[in-house]
Protein backbone atom coordinates (compact mmCIF):
# COMPACT_ATOMS: atom_id res chain seq x y z
CA UNK A 1 0.00 0.00 0.00
CA UNK A 2 1.25 3.59 -0.46
CA UNK A 3 2.50 5.83 1.98
CA UNK A 4 3.03 9.61 1.96
CA UNK A 5 5.94 10.81 1.00
CA UNK A 6 5.94 12.75 4.29
CA UNK A 7 7.09 10.22 5.91
CA UNK A 8 10.97 10.80 4.65
CA UNK A 9 10.96 14.02 6.47
CA UNK A 10 10.29 12.40 9.50
CA UNK A 11 13.74 10.98 10.86
CA UNK A 12 15.74 12.84 13.09
CA UNK A 13 18.47 15.52 11.87
CA UNK A 14 21.91 14.31 12.83
CA UNK A 15 25.72 16.10 12.50
CA UNK A 16 26.48 15.45 9.33
CA UNK A 17 30.03 16.44 9.40
CA UNK A 18 30.65 14.32 11.81
CA UNK A 19 29.48 11.71 10.35
CA UNK A 20 31.85 12.62 6.97
CA UNK A 21 34.68 13.07 9.38
CA UNK A 22 34.19 9.48 10.92
CA UNK A 23 33.75 8.00 7.27
CA UNK A 24 36.81 9.45 5.83
CA UNK A 25 38.97 8.33 8.16
CA UNK A 26 37.50 4.60 7.85
CA UNK A 27 37.75 4.64 3.85
CA UNK A 28 41.57 5.92 4.62
CA UNK A 29 42.35 2.63 6.50
CA UNK A 30 40.34 0.59 3.89
CA UNK A 31 43.34 -0.01 1.02
CA UNK A 32 41.04 -2.37 -1.58
CA UNK A 33 40.45 -1.50 -4.33
CA UNK A 34 36.10 -1.59 -5.07
CA UNK A 35 35.54 -2.97 -8.27
CA UNK A 36 32.07 -1.86 -9.17
CA UNK A 37 30.26 -4.46 -12.11
CA UNK A 38 27.87 -2.33 -13.22
CA UNK A 39 24.54 -4.23 -14.94
CA UNK A 40 24.00 -1.22 -17.36
CA UNK A 41 25.59 2.24 -18.01
CA UNK A 42 23.57 4.24 -15.64
CA UNK A 43 25.39 2.84 -12.29
CA UNK A 44 27.84 5.94 -12.73
CA UNK A 45 24.74 8.32 -12.00
CA UNK A 46 26.11 9.40 -8.46
CA UNK A 47 29.92 9.89 -8.90
CA UNK A 48 32.56 12.22 -11.38
CA UNK A 49 35.69 11.51 -12.49
CA UNK A 50 35.65 7.83 -12.10
CA UNK A 51 36.52 5.64 -15.02
CA UNK A 52 34.19 3.06 -16.58
CA UNK A 53 35.91 0.48 -18.69
CA UNK A 54 33.67 -1.22 -21.39
CA UNK A 55 35.33 -4.17 -21.14
CA UNK A 56 37.38 -6.69 -18.97
CA UNK A 57 40.74 -7.49 -20.69
CA UNK A 58 43.88 -7.90 -18.31
CA UNK A 59 45.00 -4.53 -19.46
CA UNK A 60 41.80 -2.90 -18.89
CA UNK A 61 41.55 -4.24 -15.31
CA UNK A 62 45.08 -3.64 -14.39
CA UNK A 63 44.47 0.16 -15.23
CA UNK A 64 41.51 0.37 -13.14
CA UNK A 65 43.67 -1.15 -10.25
CA UNK A 66 46.54 1.00 -10.83
CA UNK A 67 43.93 4.41 -10.55
CA UNK A 68 44.52 6.64 -7.68
CA UNK A 69 40.97 6.45 -7.50
CA UNK A 70 39.84 3.73 -4.79
CA UNK A 71 36.92 2.29 -7.43
CA UNK A 72 36.16 2.01 -10.92
CA UNK A 73 33.23 0.47 -12.85
CA UNK A 74 33.51 -2.30 -15.22
CA UNK A 75 29.93 -2.59 -17.52
CA UNK A 76 28.75 -6.14 -18.18
CA UNK A 77 25.57 -4.40 -19.74
CA UNK A 78 24.28 -7.95 -18.57
CA UNK A 79 20.54 -7.05 -17.46
CA UNK A 80 20.79 -7.94 -21.53
CA UNK A 81 22.06 -11.06 -21.51
CA UNK A 82 20.72 -14.60 -21.08
CA UNK A 83 21.45 -15.62 -17.32
CA UNK A 84 23.79 -18.23 -19.16
CA UNK A 85 25.75 -15.39 -21.14
CA UNK A 86 25.83 -13.07 -17.69
CA UNK A 87 27.14 -16.91 -16.32
CA UNK A 88 29.90 -16.73 -18.37
CA UNK A 89 30.72 -12.83 -18.01
CA UNK A 90 31.06 -12.96 -14.64
CA UNK A 91 33.00 -15.86 -14.63
CA UNK A 92 35.66 -14.49 -17.08
CA UNK A 93 35.75 -11.26 -14.77
CA UNK A 94 36.12 -12.56 -11.25
CA UNK A 95 39.02 -14.47 -12.61
CA UNK A 96 40.77 -11.59 -14.90
CA UNK A 97 40.43 -9.73 -11.49
CA UNK A 98 41.55 -12.28 -8.95
CA UNK A 99 44.95 -12.53 -11.72
CA UNK A 100 45.35 -9.24 -11.21
CA UNK A 101 44.57 -8.53 -7.59
CA UNK A 102 47.20 -11.26 -7.41
CA UNK A 103 49.80 -9.69 -9.08
CA UNK A 104 49.68 -6.34 -7.46
CA UNK A 105 49.18 -7.28 -3.86
CA UNK A 106 45.89 -5.28 -3.60
CA UNK A 107 43.07 -6.74 -2.61
CA UNK A 108 39.49 -6.31 -4.09
CA UNK A 109 35.98 -6.00 -3.08
CA UNK A 110 33.00 -6.76 -5.57
CA UNK A 111 30.00 -4.32 -6.09
CA UNK A 112 27.47 -5.66 -8.03
CA UNK A 113 25.46 -2.66 -9.00
CA UNK A 114 22.06 -3.18 -10.27
CA UNK A 115 18.71 -1.40 -10.41
CA UNK A 116 17.22 0.21 -8.13
CA UNK A 117 13.54 -1.40 -8.64
CA UNK A 118 15.50 -4.74 -8.08
CA UNK A 119 15.31 -5.92 -11.52
CA UNK A 120 18.21 -7.73 -12.82
CA UNK A 121 20.02 -11.40 -12.65
CA UNK A 122 19.39 -11.83 -8.94
CA UNK A 123 20.65 -14.03 -6.99
CA UNK A 124 22.87 -15.58 -10.31
CA UNK A 125 25.64 -13.27 -10.41
CA UNK A 126 26.76 -12.50 -6.83
CA UNK A 127 26.69 -16.12 -6.43
CA UNK A 128 28.84 -16.37 -9.07
CA UNK A 129 31.31 -13.94 -7.84
CA UNK A 130 30.95 -14.97 -4.51
CA UNK A 131 32.05 -18.35 -5.80
CA UNK A 132 34.98 -17.01 -7.82
CA UNK A 133 36.11 -14.99 -5.38
CA UNK A 134 36.26 -17.20 -2.64
CA UNK A 135 37.95 -20.06 -4.75
CA UNK A 136 40.93 -17.53 -5.78
CA UNK A 137 41.61 -16.01 -2.27
CA UNK A 138 40.62 -18.73 -0.44
CA UNK A 139 38.58 -16.60 2.06
CA UNK A 140 34.88 -17.21 2.82
CA UNK A 141 32.05 -14.62 2.38
CA UNK A 142 30.89 -14.19 5.27
CA UNK A 143 27.35 -11.96 4.00
CA UNK A 144 25.74 -9.63 1.13
CA UNK A 145 24.83 -6.46 1.51
CA UNK A 146 21.63 -5.41 -0.40
CA UNK A 147 21.00 -1.56 -0.68
CA UNK A 148 19.06 -0.14 -3.36
CA UNK A 149 18.44 2.98 -1.97
CA UNK A 150 18.67 6.12 -4.90
CA UNK A 151 17.85 8.84 -3.50
CA UNK A 152 18.12 10.84 -7.16
CA UNK A 153 15.78 7.71 -8.68
CA UNK A 154 13.00 8.31 -5.58
CA UNK A 155 14.16 5.19 -4.20
CA UNK A 156 13.79 4.53 -0.70
CA UNK A 157 14.06 1.08 1.77
CA UNK A 158 11.94 1.74 5.25
CA UNK A 159 11.10 -1.61 7.70
CA UNK A 160 12.45 -3.18 5.21
CA UNK A 161 10.27 -2.29 2.14
CA UNK A 162 11.79 -0.87 -0.72
CA UNK A 163 9.39 2.06 -2.33
CA UNK A 164 9.94 3.82 -5.50
CA UNK A 165 8.50 7.94 -5.40
CA UNK A 166 5.57 8.81 -7.53
CA UNK A 167 4.60 12.49 -7.08
CA UNK A 168 3.60 12.63 -3.29
CA UNK A 169 3.44 8.63 -2.63
CA UNK A 170 5.73 6.28 -2.06
CA UNK A 171 4.56 3.11 -3.84
CA UNK A 172 6.12 0.15 -2.87
CA UNK A 173 8.27 -1.18 -6.14
CA UNK A 174 6.59 -4.56 -6.52
CA UNK A 175 2.80 -2.18 -6.56
CA UNK A 176 4.84 -0.69 -9.74
CA UNK A 177 5.34 -1.31 -13.61
CA UNK A 178 8.88 -2.48 -12.58
CA UNK A 179 8.18 -5.22 -10.88
CA UNK A 180 6.20 -6.91 -13.72
CA UNK A 181 9.39 -7.08 -15.95
CA UNK A 182 8.67 -9.99 -18.46
CA UNK A 183 12.64 -10.27 -17.76
CA UNK A 184 13.15 -9.64 -13.88
CA UNK A 185 9.42 -9.71 -12.94
CA UNK A 186 8.68 -10.36 -8.48
CA UNK A 187 6.35 -9.66 -6.50
CA UNK A 188 7.41 -8.98 -2.76
CA UNK A 189 8.17 -5.25 -1.84
CA UNK A 190 9.74 -6.55 1.68
CA UNK A 191 13.09 -7.05 0.77
CA UNK A 192 13.80 -9.82 3.16
CA UNK A 193 10.72 -11.82 1.25
CA UNK A 194 12.35 -10.46 -2.14
CA UNK A 195 15.72 -12.32 -1.60
CA UNK A 196 12.86 -15.82 0.03
CA UNK A 197 11.00 -15.36 -3.01
CA UNK A 198 14.22 -14.71 -5.99
CA UNK A 199 16.54 -17.37 -4.23
CA UNK A 200 13.67 -19.98 -3.93
CA UNK A 201 13.79 -20.65 -0.35
CA UNK A 202 17.37 -21.34 0.53
CA UNK A 203 17.50 -17.43 1.91
CA UNK A 204 14.12 -17.25 4.56
CA UNK A 205 13.07 -14.01 5.03
CA UNK A 206 13.03 -14.89 9.12
CA UNK A 207 17.15 -14.91 8.45
CA UNK A 208 17.61 -11.56 6.77
CA UNK A 209 19.27 -8.88 9.04
CA UNK A 210 18.06 -5.73 8.38
CA UNK A 211 19.98 -2.84 9.19
CA UNK A 212 17.10 -0.15 11.02
CA UNK A 213 16.75 3.66 10.54
CA UNK A 214 16.21 4.07 14.14
CA UNK A 215 19.55 2.58 14.70
CA UNK A 216 21.09 4.65 12.09
CA UNK A 217 19.43 7.71 13.23
CA UNK A 218 20.34 6.69 16.60
CA UNK A 219 24.14 6.46 15.78
CA UNK A 220 24.17 3.58 16.92
CA UNK A 221 27.50 2.02 15.39
CA UNK A 222 28.29 -0.68 17.92
CA UNK A 223 25.49 -1.96 17.60
CA UNK A 224 24.74 -2.23 13.74
CA UNK A 225 28.94 -3.17 13.84
CA UNK A 226 27.86 -6.23 15.68
CA UNK A 227 24.68 -6.92 13.38
CA UNK A 228 27.32 -7.32 10.81
CA UNK A 229 30.23 -9.43 12.97
CA UNK A 230 27.20 -11.86 13.40
CA UNK A 231 26.49 -12.63 9.84
CA UNK A 232 27.72 -15.34 8.12
CA UNK A 233 27.13 -18.50 5.53
CA UNK A 234 26.95 -15.62 2.58
CA UNK A 235 23.42 -14.20 4.45
CA UNK A 236 21.73 -11.07 3.60
CA UNK A 237 21.86 -7.71 5.01
CA UNK A 238 19.11 -4.88 4.12
CA UNK A 239 20.40 -1.62 4.42
CA UNK A 240 17.42 0.76 5.10
CA UNK A 241 17.64 4.40 3.81
CA UNK A 242 16.51 7.40 3.45
CA UNK A 243 18.79 10.10 2.30
CA UNK A 244 22.58 9.78 1.96
CA UNK A 245 23.52 9.98 5.33
CA UNK A 246 21.46 6.81 6.43
CA UNK A 247 24.01 5.07 4.09
CA UNK A 248 27.23 7.11 5.42
CA UNK A 249 26.32 5.89 8.98
CA UNK A 250 25.91 2.29 7.74
CA UNK A 251 28.77 2.57 5.86
CA UNK A 252 31.29 3.61 9.10
CA UNK A 253 30.07 0.98 10.75
CA UNK A 254 30.16 -1.54 7.52
CA UNK A 255 34.24 -0.40 7.20
CA UNK A 256 34.59 -0.95 10.98
CA UNK A 257 33.04 -4.72 10.52
CA UNK A 258 35.32 -5.29 7.40
CA UNK A 259 38.37 -3.85 9.31
CA UNK A 260 37.65 -7.05 12.07
CA UNK A 261 38.09 -9.37 9.20
CA UNK A 262 34.14 -10.05 7.65
CA UNK A 263 34.36 -10.57 4.25
CA UNK A 264 31.16 -8.96 2.28
CA UNK A 265 29.47 -9.23 -1.43
CA UNK A 266 27.37 -6.53 -2.41
CA UNK A 267 24.25 -5.81 -4.40
CA UNK A 268 23.13 -2.32 -4.64
CA UNK A 269 21.94 0.79 -6.77
CA UNK A 270 23.82 3.25 -7.21
CA UNK A 271 23.91 5.49 -3.95
CA UNK A 272 26.08 3.36 -1.85
CA UNK A 273 29.16 2.74 -4.75
CA UNK A 274 29.33 6.98 -4.13
CA UNK A 275 29.58 6.90 -0.35
CA UNK A 276 31.98 3.52 -0.17
CA UNK A 277 34.30 5.57 -2.70
CA UNK A 278 33.68 8.37 -0.97
CA UNK A 279 33.01 10.47 -3.81
CA UNK A 280 31.93 14.00 -3.70
CA UNK A 281 28.75 16.29 -4.27
CA UNK A 282 29.47 18.20 -7.09
CA UNK A 283 26.84 20.30 -9.15
CA UNK A 284 25.01 19.51 -12.26
CA UNK A 285 27.15 20.26 -15.21
CA UNK A 286 26.81 23.34 -17.77
CA UNK A 287 27.18 22.89 -20.93
CA UNK A 288 30.35 24.76 -21.03
CA UNK A 289 31.53 21.53 -19.05
CA UNK A 290 30.03 18.57 -21.36
CA UNK A 291 30.85 19.93 -25.38
CA UNK A 292 34.72 20.72 -25.80
CA UNK A 293 34.24 20.25 -29.13
CA UNK A 294 32.04 22.97 -30.71
CA UNK A 295 30.15 22.24 -33.84
CA UNK A 296 27.42 23.98 -35.90
CA UNK A 297 26.15 19.54 -35.97
CA UNK A 298 22.69 18.88 -33.99
CA UNK A 299 22.66 16.50 -31.26
CA UNK A 300 20.74 13.11 -31.54
CA UNK A 301 18.92 11.49 -28.74
CA UNK A 302 17.70 8.03 -29.60
CA UNK A 303 15.12 5.97 -27.08
CA UNK A 304 14.46 2.31 -26.14
CA UNK A 305 12.54 2.40 -22.96
CA UNK A 306 9.52 1.15 -23.08
CA UNK A 307 8.74 2.18 -19.11
CA UNK A 308 6.06 4.40 -18.97
CA UNK A 309 7.65 7.60 -17.84
CA UNK A 310 9.72 7.21 -20.64
CA UNK A 311 7.14 7.32 -23.00
CA UNK A 312 5.79 10.28 -20.96
CA UNK A 313 8.67 12.13 -20.90
CA UNK A 314 8.97 11.56 -25.42
CA UNK A 315 5.75 13.07 -25.18
CA UNK A 316 7.01 16.38 -23.19
CA UNK A 317 10.32 16.45 -25.18
CA UNK A 318 8.10 16.87 -28.60
CA UNK A 319 6.46 20.27 -27.04
CA UNK A 320 10.23 21.90 -27.59
CA UNK A 321 9.67 22.82 -31.97
CA UNK A 322 13.68 23.04 -32.67
CA UNK A 323 14.10 18.65 -32.33
CA UNK A 324 13.36 16.83 -35.29
CA UNK A 325 11.55 13.09 -34.43
CA UNK A 326 12.17 10.30 -36.43
CA UNK A 327 9.68 7.12 -35.43
CA UNK A 328 11.47 3.66 -35.46
CA UNK A 329 8.81 1.25 -36.62
CA UNK A 330 10.21 -1.69 -34.70
CA UNK A 331 6.61 -4.06 -34.99
CA UNK A 332 8.82 -4.49 -38.30
CA UNK A 333 11.55 -6.74 -36.40
CA UNK A 334 10.10 -10.17 -37.00
CA UNK A 335 10.56 -9.70 -40.87
CA UNK A 336 14.24 -9.14 -41.41
CA UNK A 337 14.51 -7.28 -44.80
CA UNK A 338 11.63 -5.19 -44.10
CA UNK A 339 13.12 -4.07 -40.13
CA UNK A 340 16.72 -3.24 -42.19
CA UNK A 341 14.65 -0.69 -44.69
CA UNK A 342 13.12 1.03 -41.55
CA UNK A 343 16.33 1.74 -39.87
CA UNK A 344 18.06 2.75 -43.29
CA UNK A 345 14.93 5.22 -43.68
CA UNK A 346 15.40 6.48 -40.56
CA UNK A 347 19.07 7.28 -40.76
CA UNK A 348 18.50 9.54 -43.48
CA UNK A 349 15.96 11.08 -41.85
CA UNK A 350 18.57 11.97 -38.46
CA UNK A 351 21.48 12.62 -41.17
CA UNK A 352 19.73 15.57 -43.01
CA UNK A 353 18.48 16.64 -39.46
CA UNK A 354 22.06 16.66 -37.35
CA UNK A 355 23.53 18.42 -40.69
CA UNK A 356 21.53 21.07 -40.63
CA UNK A 357 21.87 21.72 -36.90
CA UNK A 358 18.65 20.53 -35.42
CA UNK A 359 18.59 18.02 -32.68
CA UNK A 360 17.04 14.80 -33.52
CA UNK A 361 15.33 12.34 -31.74
CA UNK A 362 14.83 8.80 -32.90
CA UNK A 363 12.52 6.52 -30.52
CA UNK A 364 11.19 3.06 -30.85
CA UNK A 365 7.17 2.10 -31.74
CA UNK A 366 5.97 2.44 -28.00
CA UNK A 367 4.11 -1.01 -28.11
CA UNK A 368 5.75 -3.15 -26.46
CA UNK A 369 6.64 -6.33 -28.65
CA UNK A 370 7.20 -9.81 -28.12
CA UNK A 371 7.96 -13.07 -29.22
CA UNK A 372 4.29 -14.91 -28.44
CA UNK A 373 6.82 -18.12 -27.39
CA UNK A 374 5.74 -17.49 -23.66
CA UNK A 375 9.68 -17.79 -22.86
CA UNK A 376 11.45 -15.14 -21.45
CA UNK A 377 14.57 -15.08 -23.29
CA UNK A 378 13.04 -15.24 -26.55
CA UNK A 379 11.50 -12.09 -25.60
CA UNK A 380 14.94 -10.66 -24.33
CA UNK A 381 16.22 -11.49 -27.49
CA UNK A 382 13.90 -9.84 -29.10
CA UNK A 383 14.60 -6.83 -27.37
CA UNK A 384 18.09 -7.32 -27.76
CA UNK A 385 17.44 -7.09 -31.72
CA UNK A 386 15.36 -3.84 -31.74
CA UNK A 387 18.56 -2.04 -29.46
CA UNK A 388 20.83 -3.44 -32.00
CA UNK A 389 18.97 -1.37 -34.70
CA UNK A 390 18.51 1.51 -32.62
CA UNK A 391 22.38 1.55 -31.50
CA UNK A 392 23.24 1.39 -35.67
CA UNK A 393 21.32 4.87 -35.62
CA UNK A 394 24.36 6.02 -33.88
CA UNK A 395 27.21 3.89 -34.98
CA UNK A 396 25.92 4.02 -38.52
CA UNK A 397 26.10 8.20 -38.77
CA UNK A 398 28.39 9.84 -41.27
CA UNK A 399 28.56 12.94 -39.48
CA UNK A 400 29.57 13.74 -35.69
CA UNK A 401 26.57 14.70 -33.66
CA UNK A 402 27.09 17.22 -30.76
CA UNK A 403 26.21 14.80 -27.96
CA UNK A 404 24.23 12.08 -27.69
CA UNK A 405 21.66 11.27 -25.33
CA UNK A 406 20.58 7.69 -24.82
CA UNK A 407 17.46 6.78 -22.88
CA UNK A 408 17.01 3.45 -21.19
CA UNK A 409 19.71 0.91 -19.97
CA UNK A 410 19.97 -1.90 -22.66
CA UNK A 411 19.86 1.27 -25.30
CA UNK A 412 22.74 3.28 -23.65
CA UNK A 413 24.91 0.17 -23.14
CA UNK A 414 24.78 -0.58 -26.35
CA UNK A 415 24.72 2.77 -27.51
CA UNK A 416 28.31 3.43 -25.75
CA UNK A 417 29.71 -0.07 -26.02
CA UNK A 418 29.01 -0.55 -29.70
CA UNK A 419 27.70 2.33 -31.53
CA UNK A 420 30.32 4.78 -29.60
CA UNK A 421 33.13 1.94 -29.60
CA UNK A 422 33.83 3.48 -25.96
CA UNK A 423 36.35 1.58 -24.23
CA UNK A 424 37.13 3.50 -21.41
CA UNK A 425 34.60 6.89 -20.44
CA UNK A 426 35.47 9.60 -17.62
CA UNK A 427 32.09 10.29 -15.50
CA UNK A 428 32.15 13.87 -15.83
CA UNK A 429 29.33 13.97 -13.77
CA UNK A 430 25.35 14.46 -14.02
CA UNK A 431 23.59 16.47 -15.86
CA UNK A 432 20.59 16.07 -13.75
CA UNK A 433 19.98 14.21 -10.97
CA UNK A 434 20.58 10.51 -11.41
CA UNK A 435 21.56 10.89 -15.11
CA UNK A 436 25.07 10.74 -16.04
CA UNK A 437 27.77 12.16 -18.47
CA UNK A 438 30.45 10.30 -19.96
CA UNK A 439 33.17 11.79 -22.05
CA UNK A 440 34.05 9.48 -24.60
CA UNK A 441 37.64 8.31 -24.74
CA UNK A 442 40.29 8.63 -27.77
CA UNK A 443 39.79 5.29 -29.32
CA UNK A 444 35.74 6.13 -29.31
CA UNK A 445 33.96 7.35 -32.67
CA UNK A 446 33.21 10.43 -31.79
CA UNK A 447 36.21 11.36 -29.22
CA UNK A 448 35.44 14.00 -26.46
CA UNK A 449 31.69 13.99 -27.21
CA UNK A 450 29.26 14.20 -24.42
CA UNK A 451 27.26 11.18 -23.82
CA UNK A 452 24.24 10.95 -21.95
CA UNK A 453 23.34 8.19 -20.33
CA UNK A 454 19.73 8.48 -19.29
CA UNK A 455 17.92 5.74 -17.30
CA UNK A 456 14.67 4.37 -18.49
CA UNK A 457 13.32 5.07 -14.79
CA UNK A 458 14.90 8.29 -13.67
CA UNK A 459 13.75 11.67 -13.62
CA UNK A 460 10.72 13.71 -13.74
CA UNK A 461 7.75 14.08 -16.98
CA UNK A 462 10.15 17.40 -18.01
CA UNK A 463 13.70 15.82 -17.66
CA UNK A 464 14.50 14.45 -20.53
CA UNK A 465 13.32 17.64 -22.37
CA UNK A 466 15.35 19.55 -19.73
CA UNK A 467 18.42 17.42 -20.48
CA UNK A 468 18.07 18.38 -24.16
CA UNK A 469 17.69 22.06 -23.42
CA UNK A 470 20.99 22.13 -21.16
CA UNK A 471 23.12 20.87 -24.61
CA UNK A 472 21.53 22.48 -27.40
CA UNK A 473 22.49 25.69 -28.10
Known sequence: MAISADILNTYPAVDEAAVDALLQAEIAKNNKKIVVLDDDPTGVQTVHDISVYTNWSKDSIEKGFAEENNLFYVLTNSRGFTAEQTTKAHKEIAKVVAEVSKETGKEYIFISRSDSTLRGHYPLETVILGEEYSKSTGKIIDGEILCPFFKEGGRFTINDVHYVKYGDELVPAAETEFAKDKTFGYTKSD???????KTKGEFKASSVT??????IRALNYDKITEQLMQVKDFNKVIV???DYIDVKIFCVALYRAMAQGKVFMFRTAAGIVKVMGGVTDQPLLSREQMVVKETDNGGIIVVGSHTDK???QVEMLKENPNIVFVELNATLVKDEEAFAAEVDRCLKLEEEAISAGKTVCVYTTRALITADTGDKEDDLRLSVRISDAVQSLVGRLSIVPSFVIAKGGITSSDVGTKALAVQKANVLGQIKPGIPVWQT?????????PYVIFPGNVGEISTLKEAAEVLMK
Not at 210 to 215: C, M, V
Not at 441 to 449: A, N
Open 191 to 197: VKEYIEE
Open 210 to 215: GIALED
Open 240 to 242: NAV
Open 310 to 312: TTK
Open 441 to 449: GEESKFPQT
